[in-house]
């Protein structure tokens, strides 16, 4: 079976929470999205197309990565799956980092080898990965916040060596997103909800379509000239711990 012509965005964790947001952002300028993830949504949309994949299994994302390839016209990847193991460095264990560097930075690394050629014949092909507030830092994320500051390193390089072929490779780097994971552990109302509250500059907590809309920025083909770079969408949390 030969590629599609049409051009498509993969983005990665599609089925629920930030992933969603952006896959139906796209969705609603008309774009088709191709969504891989652990589980399969429980939304719909023609032109969405959705694969099961384990991307902590190196063999089934190779193995996805490749169907993809071979079946769509990928000219835009947001690395957007992700998990945050929380513990101290006291109970982290060598198996949590094994499993989010191969979700946080082996994944992305095949996918993107996987459609370099059709983000390359495309000419303004586009890559956004999902990094967090927490590669600046953040108790209880050792595991997490090592692997998505590792991210940014991978953005940065990949910027260097793909721009030339008219491919932008960016970050995003949430805040604190009301996804369905964090009102589980920060329900509406509670003390610890309030007190994240009262640490963000504007005083609400994103939401997935709060970083939906950088993507879009980041994926537009009108935005060529912008590569390398780090968003932080976080309501100020940055503020006095970014560097300039």
């Not at 952006?22 to 999205?33: F, K, N």
């Not at 930075?105 to 000419?123: E, I």
């Not at 003390?191 to 640490?199: A, H, K, L, N």
Request: aromatic residues 4%; hydrophobic residues 45%; proline residues 5%.
């Amino acid at each position: 079976m030969g590629i599609a012509s049409t051009e498509v965005t993969v983005v990665t964790g599609a089925s629920n929470g930030i992933g969603r947001a952006i896959a139906e952002a796209l969705l609603t300028q008309g774009r088709a999205v191709v969504n891989l993830d652990h589980v399969l949504p429980s939304w719909q949309h023609p032109l969405l197309t959705s694969y099961q994949a384990d991307l902590t299994n190196e063999a089934v994302t190779r193995e996805r990565a490749a169907e993809v390839a071979a079946k769509h016209n990928v000219t835009a990847l947001v690395n957007n799956a992700g998990a945050t193991r929380p513990g101290t460095i006291d109970i982290a264990s060598t198996a949590q980092l094994d499993d989010v560097v191969g979700l946080h930075l082996r994944a992305p690394m095949l996918l993107v080898q996987a459609f370099l050629p059709t983000l390359r014949a495309s000419g303004q092909g586009r890559i956004v990965n999902m990094s967090s507030r927490a590669a600046l830092g953040k108790p209880e994320r050792v595991v997490y916040s090592a692997t998505k500051a590792g991210l940014i390193g991978m953005t940065r390089t990949l910027a260097m060596e793909l721009g030339g072929d008219g491919i932008t490779v960016n970050a995003i780097g949430p805040g604190p997103i009301a996804t369905e994971l964090f009102r589980n552990s920060n329900p509406e109302g509670a003390p610890q909800t309030q007190r994240i509250i009262d640490s963000i500059v504007v005083k609400r907590i994103g939401t997935p379509q709060d970083v939906a809309r950088a993507a879009l920025f980041f994926l537009s083909p009108d935005n060529g000239f912008v590569t390398g770079q780090v968003l932080y969408v976080c309501g100020g949390t940055t503020l006095g711990v970014a560097p300039v």
